[in-house]
């Protein structure tokens, strides 16, 4: 049904706002003449509102959960079954504004805020569509800008190397499927992105393809041939995905899933990270980062707490 709905906006050539869960269970498809008032969605726009610092404390997940999971990663590699997983888990957040509110205050390329259900920050790009070219931008690799000679620490870490080169094989190969000439256009290139107070250098590389004419006809095919993102997932997807599931014990939902706009021939999306999502009245920031054979437990899991903050202007 998800995909015939794409194909069918996509046939008519008609503008529509999309959001799409990571396990593709659930999602939301509306024109965007019609969209609903309770959703909000800012695609590479400034915000309005002025300056505002808003405190927030952060409980995350417990050392001896996180322990356990990646213990069993780490298996899971030595047998085969994956490479590469990106292991991600709720923690709790305590802070005095409305998701609205946090949408509003907050500064990041992608934001969506969705029913009052949940609000997302991402700096993030799942694809983009445009002159028939299709782009994507994997991100793998963050580390505290402060640091004296961040840049070319992490650009020489060999986990770091070998993590972000398996997601650009991973996304060249996933790209395959729906385009032709897939070129790696940058690889590894490090960007300043907000994190609360401080800045983090996130490390990306560029991947293109050429699009048929007509692939609007085809816009469901092309998403859902490529989610669950490979950034968020892992590689082998379909292995990595079922250890996943197991190994979270929880459900992520919209959490690395993604949402964007297609008009004129023209597609903009990005990956749902940097979240937070209200559960009765409780706010849970759901976050992790990708685990390798050398990966290490201590700075996993203090990966996983940076990354929970909040970008406000």
């Given at each position: 049904?998800?995909?015939?709905?794409?194909?069918?906006?996509?046939?008519?050539?008609?503008?529509?706002?999309?959001?799409?869960?990571?396990?593709?269970?659930?999602?939301?498809?509306?024109?965007?003449?019609?969209?609903?008032?309770?959703?909000?969605?800012?695609?590479?726009?400034?915000?309005?509102?002025?300056?505002?610092?808003?405190?927030?404390?952060k409980k995350a997940?417990?050392?001896?959960?996180?322990?356990?999971?990646?213990?069993?990663?780490?298996?899971?590699?030595?047998?085969?079954?994956?490479?590469?997983?990106?292991?991600?888990?709720?923690?709790?957040?305590?802070?005095?504004?409305?998701?609205?509110?946090?949408?509003?205050?907050?500064?990041?390329?992608?934001?969506?805020?969705?029913?009052?259900?949940?609000?997302?920050?991402?700096?993030?790009?799942?694809?983009?569509?445009?002159?028939?070219?299709?782009?994507?931008?994997?991100?793998?690799?963050?580390?505290?800008?402060?640091?004296?000679?961040?840049?070319?620490?992490?650009?020489?870490?060999?986990?770091?190397?070998?993590?972000?080169?398996?997601?650009?094989?991973?996304?060249?190969?996933?790209l395959g499927i729906?385009?032709?000439?897939?070129?790696?256009?940058?690889?590894?290139?490090?960007?300043?992105?907000?994190?609360?107070?401080?800045?983090?250098?996130?490390?990306?590389?560029?991947?293109?393809?050429?699009?048929?004419?007509?692939?609007?006809?085809?816009?469901?095919?092309?998403?859902?041939?490529?989610?669950?993102?490979?950034?968020?997932?892992?590689?082998?997807?379909?292995?990595?995905?079922?250890?996943?599931?197991?190994?979270?014990?929880?459900?992520?939902?919209?959490?690395?899933?993604?949402?964007?706009?297609?008009?004129?021939?023209?597609?903009?999306?990005?990956?749902?990270?940097?979240?937070?999502?209200?559960?009765?009245?409780?706010?849970?920031?759901?976050?992790?980062?990708?685990?390798?054979i050398e990966s290490?437990?201590?700075?996993?899991?203090?990966?996983?707490?940076?990354?929970?903050?909040?970008?406000?202007?």
């Amino acid at each position: 049904m998800l995909k015939k709905l794409l194909n069918f906006y996509g046939r008519l050539d008609e503008a529509i706002f999309f959001a799409i869960d990571f396990e593709l269970k659930h999602y939301y498809i509306s024109p965007l003449k019609s969209i609903d008032e309770d959703i909000l969605f800012s695609i590479e726009e400034k915000s309005n509102f002025k300056n505002k610092k808003i405190p927030y404390s952060k409980k995350a997940v417990s050392f001896k959960r996180y322990k356990k999971a990646f213990e069993t990663i780490i298996k899971e590699i030595k047998k085969g079954n994956t490479y590469l997983l990106n292991l991600t888990f709720p923690s709790i957040i305590d802070i005095d504004y409305s998701l609205k509110e946090i949408y509003l205050y907050s500064d990041a390329k992608y934001k969506l805020y969705f029913k009052d259900k949940f609000v997302c920050f991402s700096p993030e790009t799942f694809i983009e569509i445009k002159d028939d070219k299709i782009y994507t931008y994997p991100m793998k690799g963050t580390i505290d800008a402060n640091i004296k000679n961040a840049k070319e620490i992490i650009m020489s870490d060999e986990k770091e190397m070998a993590e972000h080169t398996m997601v650009v094989d991973l996304l060249r190969n996933d790209l395959g499927i729906i385009a032709k000439h897939i070129r790696v256009e940058k690889f590894r290139y490090a960007e300043k992105i907000k994190a609360g107070e401080r800045e983090l250098l996130q490390i990306s590389s560029k991947i293109s393809g050429e699009l048929q004419k007509n692939w609007n006809e085809r816009l469901g095919d092309i998403l859902l041939s490529l989610l669950p993102a490979g950034s968020i997932s892992g590689t082998p997807k379909k292995s990595t995905v079922s250890i996943i599931k197991k190994v979270e014990n929880y459900n992520r939902g919209y959490f690395s899933g993604v949402f964007g706009v297609y008009k004129n021939k023209t597609l903009k999306s990005a990956v749902m990270i940097r979240f937070i999502e209200k559960q009765g009245d409780k706010l849970f920031y759901k976050s992790g980062g990708g685990i390798t054979i050398e990966s290490d437990v201590n700075k996993e899991y203090q990966e996983l707490q940076d990354k929970i903050y909040v970008p406000f202007l």
